[in-house]
Structure formats: C-alpha cells, structure tokens
C-alpha cells in the first residue's frame, strides 16, 4: 500500500512487486486534521477481510518521514489482527551514497535492517 497513487509507479519500475496495490490518498496527520477518517482505509479493511484466505502479507509503502511512520504503525496494528503478515518496505542507505553525506536516522534505520551475507 501506497500514500499517493504516483508512487504506485515507482515500484512498478522495479518489475520485482506483482501484488495488488492500494492508494491510501495521503497519510496521518492530526495537525493538519488528518486521521484516519481522510484517508482511503475502509475500502482497505473490506478487502483484507473479504479475501482474509487470500490475502497472506500487506507490505506497507508509506515515506519515511513523520507521518509515514505514524500511519504505518497504525496500519500495522490495525491490519495485524485480521490475520495477514504485514511488512514495511526496508529503509536505509542508499546505492551510491558516501556515509560522510548519510543522515544518523538513515544509518540508524540500515543498521536495524541489515542482513546477513
């Protein structure tokens, strides 16, 4: 699941994801009178439910800033006790990038995800 429908496009260019997508149509933000009500969820649940035999993991897509975090943890424990896996998109350094130039959340964020070679 996405937070706008353009970055729908942006996985598709991997040719790596062949599931079903889901807009959100923007993410939380309580200070900007964002809850849960303005964003495209109902349709979302509907959907895990009606196909709860089908439906084996919700990958999360939000951005990583503030609000993506939020509305990904809210997600996670929303769509967790209905029964699929739910999994978040890894974060962390980019190819080309020179630690010198990388932010202390983003090298935070690659060590927690790092994997075994």
Not at 32 to 37: M, R, T, V
Not at 67 to 74: H, K, L, P, R, S
Not at 86 to 100: E, F, N, Q, Y
Request: hydrophobic share 40%; charged share 25%; glycine share 8%.
């Amino acid at each position: 699941m996405v937070e706008e429908a353009h970055e729908v496009e942006a996985i598709e260019r991997t040719s790596v994801y062949s599931g079903l997508y889901h807009v959100l149509g923007g993410r939380l933000s309580p200070l900007d009178g964002i809850g849960p009500q303005e964003l495209n969820l109902a349709s979302l649940f509907q959907r895990v439910k009606r196909s709860i035999s089908s439906v084996r993991e919700v990958v999360i897509a939000t951005n990583s800033t503030v609000e993506g975090e939020a509305t990904a943890i809210y997600l996670e424990a929303v769509i967790r006790p209905l029964g699929p896996r739910v999994t978040r998109l890894a974060r962390g350094i980019p190819v080309g990038s020179d630690l010198d130039y990388v932010d202390a959340s983003t090298i935070v964020e690659a060590l927690a995800g790092r994997t075994e070679m």
